[in-house]
């Protein structure tokens, strides 16, 4: 898939937040919440803008790498009191939840599914 200067135009109230990750943070993930639904403006290679909506998945990953060309990385829209969780570092502690002990001595909990 190209998109050519894409633009968010408009985006959905309902959000879900999932695990993501990103090359520039190999093993690290966090959970971001993003909107269900997005509309984005791009140009075809006639110079035409053409305007698509993205749902679920599609419109999580568009929106990441939009992020991206925006100068922005996943770990500025995670959760106020999320922390990126390494990949190696969660262990289940609990029935659906992992546990980190980060060198400070905090704790954060996650799903254990983001990893």
Known sequence: MILLNPKITDRSDETDEQCEGCLGFFDVRGLVPRPLKITVETTALNGEPVTTVYERGL???????????????YIARM??????I?????SA??????VLVSGSGMLAETPVGCR
Request: net charge negative; glycine share 18%; charged share 20%.
């Open 59 to 73: 419109a999580r990953l568009i929106h990441h790498e939009i992020d991206h060309l925006d100068g922005m990385l």
């Open 93 to 98: 502690d609990r029935p659906g939840m992992g």
């Open 79 to 84: 959760s106020a009191w999320g922390t990126p």
């Open 86 to 90: 390494p990949r190696g570092g969660v």
